[in-house]
């Protein structure tokens, strides 16, 4: 399904922010490898969550929903033999589950977005799982990937250097081994502020690491038990950050409910990075507020402190007075496509001014607008189809974002609250 954007005069009303996908993944997974039997409360819906929700469910989980809540019955440190898991496009949960695969005889994952998912690099997951212990047949560090268990703790080297979700599935894994372990981090950990997630929700399930300031060395005591627990899921920052920078690119007031002041989500800063933008801008109470006027000023960003909104800041400083600059972002070029290169390709398209280095985006702003009048590839990434999204609201032609439906792997029902909020947007079929 493709969608048509055009020109959007104001954006207007309340939405309440969907529930994060990263809480989500984390509460469920936890949930999963707890003896007994935890709630996780206003779960995330979409691709990416289902994904978790299916796999656990095949590892033994036993799970029962209704509109507010998943009620699960976890499979400790015992799951399930399966022959293989599919765990779609989601990066995240197939990382946490290779670890957790680690604990059974032989789990095979299987390689459904051969050009998204498929083209990712595990290398760095699969070597610590190797000094583990485990035998892992793979392609190259790519899916498909056959991991057999079983494996031992002790010392771990793994590299932060290309993602922190290698990280973040050790420290799932570790606690149930026998022994301890003792995971050291090489190179410089990117997305930092996301193992602080993971920290959290082990912290909430009971399990006991202990983390050095700057994340390069943990100690997991081996032998330890997750506890059933009941959990919240909190507003998604990455997902709302499209439509509050879609806020700020046009005439607008805009209230997204439900985003906590006080979070540990690196893309909280999209409040900030906006109000340094002079975009008018509050946020009290969990409750944003934008009242566009569609003038912004260019900043420089490091990017790597909220990782999954910088698309949309970046598609907010296509409008901007100045040169912006998104730096430290090398590694967008990991995601669902290489969000450097494969994005700014389809910026220029649509007219804007942008420019890449290695690990950097510039961004000469066009307060103008831009000319539009083109088809978008979305290249299956969610992030790029609500980037195009904004950008499509302020140029003087219509923008065609092809595939958009893939928005679904973390936000369905963001067309939805942007045609709520008043944009120019509409669903054709290809
Ligand atoms: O741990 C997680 O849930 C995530 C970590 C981040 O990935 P990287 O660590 O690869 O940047 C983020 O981009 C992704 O959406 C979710
Ligand atoms: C990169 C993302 O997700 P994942 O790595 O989990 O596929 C994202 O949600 O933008």
Same mark, same amino acid.
């Given at each position: 399904m493709d969608v048509i954007v055009r020109r959007t005069e104001k954006l207007e009303g309340t939405i309440e922010a969907l529930s994060s996908k990263n809480y989500t993944t984390r509460y469920l997974l936890v949930a999963a490898l707890a003896d007994g039997t935890s709630t996780v409360r206003f779960p995330a819906h979409s691709e990416d969550s289902d994904a978790m929700r299916r796999c656990i469910a095949e590892l033994g989980a036993e799970l029962e929903e209704d509109d507010e809540k998943i009620v699960i019955k976890g499979f400790g440190r015992n799951p399930k033999r399966v022959a293989e898991l599919n765990v779609g496009n989601a990066g995240a949960v197939l990382r946490f589950l290779l670890a957790v695969a680690a604990l059974s005889e032989e789990v095979h994952f299987v390689n459904t977005y051969p050009d998204s998912l498929g083209k990712r690099p595990h290398d760095d997951l699969i070597d610590a799982l190797r000094q583990m212990g485990a035998t892992i047949d793979d392609n190259g560090g790519r899916l498909p990937i056959t991991v057999k268990g079983p494996v031992q703790g002790g010392k771990i080297t793994v590299s932060g250097e290309v993602s922190s979700q290698y990280l973040s599935a050790l420290l799932f894994l570790t606690? +149930? +081994?026998e022994a301890d372990s003792e995971i050291t981090v090489t190179g410089d950990l990117k997305s930092k502020v996301v193992v602080g997630q993971t920290l959290e929700v082990l912290e909430q399930a009971g399990i006991r690491v202990e983390a050095n300031e700057d994340y390069s060395l943990f100690r997991v005591p081996g032998g330890q038990a997750y506890r059933a627990g009941e959990y919240s899921v909190q507003g998604d920052y990455p997902g709302s950050a499209a439509i509050l920078s879609a806020a700020a690119v046009v005439p607008s007031d805009v209230t997204v409910r439900r985003l906590a002041v006080h979070s540990k989500q690196g893309e909280r800063a999209v409040v900030d990075v906006l109000k340094m933008m002079e975009t008018p801008l509050t946020h009290e109470h969990d409750i944003a507020v934008v009242k566009g006027n569609g003038r912004l000023k260019a900043l420089e960003f490091d990017g790597d402190a909220a990782t999954d909104a910088v698309l949309a800041m970046v598609a907010a400083a296509v409008f901007a007075e100045g040169t912006s600059r998104f730096y430290n972002? *090398?590694? +967008?070029?990991?995601? *669902?496509?290489?969000?450097?290169t494969d994005y700014l390709n389809e910026l220029r398209k649509a007219g804007a001014d942008v420019e890449e280095k290695q690990a950097e985006i510039i961004v000469h702003g066009r307060p103008q607008g831009v000319a539009g009048g083109v088809r978008i590839d979305s290249h299956y990434d969610h992030r790029v189809i609500m980037a195009l999204t904004i950008v499509g609201l302020r140029a003087d032609e219509p923008v065609t974002i092809t595939d958009a439906h893939h928005v679904a792997k973390s936000y369905p029902g963001f067309f939805d609250d942007m045609i709520a909020l008043g944009a120019n947007v509409e669903w054709v079929k290809e």
């Open positions: 606690p +149930l +081994l972002v *090398e590694n +967008l070029r990991y995601k *669902e496509c290489d969000r450097i």
